[in-house]
Each structure stands twice: as structure tokens, then as C-alpha cells.
């Protein structure tokens, strides 16, 4: 069983930034390492469709905080209806209207703190940044969009197909003759062109309907984190962190792109800090304990186990050509000693230094082969830097068979537990001499095996709850409402004002 985290597009979101747990807030706030951006306006290349972020300062109190009603306080907001869940928010977020709102319209109030059009404008330019360089850097990314697409059955209309072809096909060529040579030189077809340009349009449809159904509520989240921050007196820890950040060279540059004051682009960051710290606080105090791995280890046994295997100690003699961090390539070792060197001559020095260190693991393989302590030959001449850092003896824990070359399985197949392969294995590394320590039938893998690993798995499953149980009931015990102007705006007079 592979015991690996899966973070699935998680490289696009900064731990410090990650809410809960939907996809556009980890898109949303992708963009805080990268500089928070100024505002742009939406280009009319199909997929290439820029806002750029501006981060939002920390609100400041308004007057127009809703009163809390015995319903709210008593935590009912309808039958069946869980007040953790926001469900007037979110129907509050189908009504915003960027356009025709003014920015200083307050949407609603997190105890007291005023969220505003003007702020939600700016994440949600954030968002549509953050996914932009999501794309960029790894394109495939679409591909969770486009089953989400069909989920959701979101299609491009006709009139939005056509204006995304023509838009994106005139930045490419300011006439047919044009495009056609850009074609060519991408090595592609029109049919092809068509399809991805298609293809990102239909992804950055998606994302902007899931950002309208989550920000309002991400924004409301952020601010409940931040406050409880403050109150746990991470303030000082967060400035601190801020201040060091601002003596780097990343700060100018995201103070620029940001085309915010620099009091505003501070507060910004600083929320960020004040999240971060009051995750981190709330996932601390939620750890996975051995009992707990035990127990899950005994209810899912028949998911750990493995096929035959053999668990070996080897020695490495490194003679890579290229450099392979940490072992430096013979070419760049050659060049060091003599930088004047010809390629014919760096050729032949590079031939003439493996067969040096070819005929070393052979020597280590006899000294072996005759009796040699193995593990003390390995501490001692092993180029693997773990063996000899921590005199592993060269151990190198368990295998499956089944995952090896099929030339080194039927070598280590022919081995008996305590013997030597009676031959240097090569590859890109270089040359290994390798013994058998121990064989061992299929089986289940043992808990002391994979309880760090299996921790850290759970460790995960155990911080994403206990996050979302704490905005579920922060959000209960806050008083969030709806700003009388935005109520006034959107609802009729009999919907109630609190929302929770």
C-alpha cells in the first residue's frame, strides 16, 4: 500500500492561506507567495482571462452589525438546517452583483468586522489570478475542471465557443495567414488549437460558479480564523514574521504588483500570518496518537498487505556521469580537478574513472564474499550518504520483488537469507554490492513497519476535521449577519436579516 499524502492540487495553495476544504478556496488563495496583483481587466483571450489579485487589508468595524435574534442565538435557522452550514449566506452569494454594487456596500458582518463588495471584488480577482497560474503551470489542472463541468453540466454556450476562438485566434495572429504560421510553429492543428483554447474557457467557467458559491463563506471563514488569531496572541508573532518578510526581496516586488497602500497590503499580510498560526494552533491540538494508528491498522489489515520480498543491505560505489544531488557526477567532478579539459579527453576521463570505480565494488565484493563483516564494510566505504551518517550498515529495509528489474529479482531470487549477490549490480548511480539479509513469503506488512507513515496519513484526515469542526462552530457562536443595505438590496422585507 503506498502511504504517500495525497495532496491533489494543493501545490497551488499555500498552507498559510488553506481554509476548509473546497477547491476554489485553495485556488482562491493560491497567489500569496507569489506577490498579491493589481487589478486588470479581463482580457478577452479565451482562457487567458486576467483579473489580477488584490489582497484584502483587515476590515475595520462597522455600524451596521444586524443584532442577534433568539433564533440565531439559539442556533435555529430552519427545520433540518444546520447553522454551522451558512445557508442564507449562501443563498446571499447568488445575489452579489459586482458591476452594479457599489464597493462600499457592506455584504455582511463577522462580529462587528464589515465585509464589502470592494473586498469581495478584490479575492474574487484573486481567485480567477490564482487559478490562471494554477493553469499556467500545469495545464492538465483543467481536467479536474472539466469533470467537474460535467457534474455540474456546464457548457459553453454558442455565442461564448465562438468568442473565445475568434479572441484567442486574433492573439495569435493579427490575420488568417498569421495564425496559420503560429500553427505551424506549435506543431499543431487548428482542430487541436480549437480544443484547448475550448477546453481552459470551459475550465475557467467552472471555477468562477464554484467561486461564487464558496468565497462569501471563505471570506467569512478567514475572518473568523484571523479574530481568533488576535485573541490567542499570535498579533506579535504574526508582525514579527511580517517584518521579516518585509526586509526580503519578494516584499517590494508583491507590495508592486499589488497596487494597494502600504498600510493595506500590510494588514493583508498579516491576516495571512494570523491563519496560518491559528491552523497550525487547531491542527496541533489534534494529533494522531499511536493507539489510534493501531486501531485503524487492525480494522483495514487486508490494506497493507505485500507480495514476496527480501530485505537487503547494500554498498554503493556512486560513478554517476551526470550530477544526481547529493552525489556529484564524475563529468563535474573531471572539469573541477581541470577546467581546461577538451570533450574528447573529459570523454575518456570519464570512461577511465569508472572502470576505477567498477573495479573498487568489485574488490568490496570479494572482501565480502569472503567473510568481511558486510555491514562494517558498508558504513565504512558506502558512498549512500544515510549508511554513512547514521552506520546503517547499509540496510536498506524491505522490497517487493515484484517492483525490481527483472534481472535483479531472479538474482535476488536465487539468494539464500546471509548471502551475497556473487556479482556488482550496475545502474545510473553507479555499482552496488548487494546481500540478502532476509526473505519473507506474501504477507501483511507490520504495524511497527508503517505506523510513522500511517500516522502521518491519518495525521491529514484528523486536521482537515478538526478544522472543519471549528469553523462549524465558530460560525454558530459568532454573530454574522447581513448588512441592513445589503438585505434591503437583494431580499424581500419578510427575510430575516440574521443569517448564521
Not at 190 to 207: P, R, S
Request: glycine share 6%; hydrophobic share 40%; aromatic share 6%.
Amino acid at each position: 500500500m503506498n502511504l504517500k499524502t495525497h495532496r491533489k492540487l494543493k501545490m497551488f495553495a499555500r498552507k498559510e492561506n488553506t481554509t476548509i476544504v473546497s477547491l476554489a478556496v485553495l485556488v482562491a488563495i493560491a497567489a500569496f507567495t507569489g506577490g498579491c496583483s493589481k487589478t486588470q481587466t479581463e482580457s478577452k483571450a479565451p482562457g487567458k482571462t486576467v483579473e489580477q489579485n488584490e489582497p484584502r487589508g483587515t476590515a475595520q468595524p462597522s455600524a451596521s452589525t444586524s443584532s442577534q435574534s433568539p433564533e440565531v442565538a439559539e442556533g435555529k435557522t430552519g427545520e433540518g438546517q444546520d447553522p454551522g452550514d451558512l445557508p442564507e449566506i449562501t443563498e446571499a452569494s447568488k445575489k452579489i452583483n459586482m458591476r452594479e454594487m457599489p464597493d462600499s456596500l457592506v455584504i455582511v458582518t463577522v462580529a462587528g468586522r464589515p465585509i464589502t463588495i470592494g473586498d469581495y471584488k478584490r479575492q474574487y480577482r484573486m481567485g480567477l489570478r490564482g487559478f490562471q497560474d494554477m493553469m499556467t503551470v500545469n495545464p492538465d489542472a483543467a481536467k479536474v475542471f472539466l469533470e467537474e463541468a460535467k457534474k455540474r453540466n456546464i457548457q459553453l454556450t454558442a455565442d461564448e465557443r465562438k468568442q473565445y476562438l475568434d479572441a484567442a485566434k486574433l492573439a495569435r495572429g493579427s490575420t488568417p495567414e498569421a495564425f496559420k504560421k503560429f500553427l505551424k510553429a506549435s506543431n499543431m492543428t487548428e482542430g487541436q488549437f480549437d480544443k484547448l483554447v475550448l477546453d481552459e474557457a470551459l475550465a475557467n467557467k467552472v471555477f468562477k460558479d464554484m467561486q461564487t458559491e464558496s468565497l462569501l463563506k471563505d471570506m467569512i471563514d478567514k475572518e473568523l480564523f484571523a479574530a481568533a488569531a488576535r485573541s490567542a496572541g499570535f498579533s506579535k508573532k504574526a508582525f514579527n514574521k511580517f517584518m521579516e518578510f518585509k526586509k526580503s526581496p519578494n516584499y517590494e516586488i508583491g507590495l508592486k504588483r499589488s497596487g494597494l497602500p502600504a498600510d493595506l497590503y500590510r494588514d493583508d499580510i498579516l491576516n495571512k500570518f494570523l491563519i496560518l498560526y491559528m491552523q497550525d494552533k487547531i491542527v496541533s491540538e489534534a494529533p494522531v496518537t499511536d493507539e489510534e494508528a493501531r486501531k485503524f491498522y487492525e480494522a483495514h489489515r487486508d490494506s497493507f498487505k505485500h507480495g514476496e520480498r527480501a530485505r537487503m543491505a547494500q554498498i554503493l560505489v556512486a560513478a554517476t556521469v551526470e550530477d544526481m544531488p547529493p552525489h556529484e557526477g564524475l563529468k563535474s567532478k573531471i572539469v573541477r580537478l581541470k577546467p581546461d579539459i577538451s570533450p574528447m579527453e573529459l570523454e575518456e576521463a570519464i570512461k577511465a574513472k569508472k572502470e576505477e570505480l567498477r573495479k573498487k565494488a568489485e574488490s568490496l565484493l570479494e572482501r565480502a564474499k569472503r567473510g568481511e563483516d558486510f555491514a562494517t564494510l558498508a558504513n565504512e566505504n558506502s558512498d549512500e550518504v544515510r549508511t554513512r551518517a547514521a552506520k546503517t550498515g547499509g540496510d536498506a529495509g524491505w522490497v517487493e520483488l515484484m517492483v525490481l528489474t527483472p534481472e535483479l529479482r531472479e538474482k535476488i531470487a536465487a539468494r539464500k537469507a546471509g548471502e551475497v549477490i556473487p556479482e556488482v549490480i550496475p545502474n545510473e548511480l553507479g555499482f552496488f554490492v548487494v546481500k540478502v539479509l532476509d526473505r519473507q513469503p506474501p504477507g501483511i506488512l507490520s504495524f511497527a513497519e508503517i505506523k510513522e507513515g500511517l500516522k502521518s496519513q491519518l495525521l491529514e484526515s484528523n486536521a482537515q476535521l478538526a478544522l472543519t469542526r471549528w469553523i462549524k462552530e465558530k460560525r454558530r457562536s459568532t454573530n454574522i449577519g447581513l448588512s441592513p443595505e445589503f438585505h434591503a438590496l437583494v431580499f424581500n422585507a419578510s427575510t430575516k436579516q440574521n443569517v448564521r
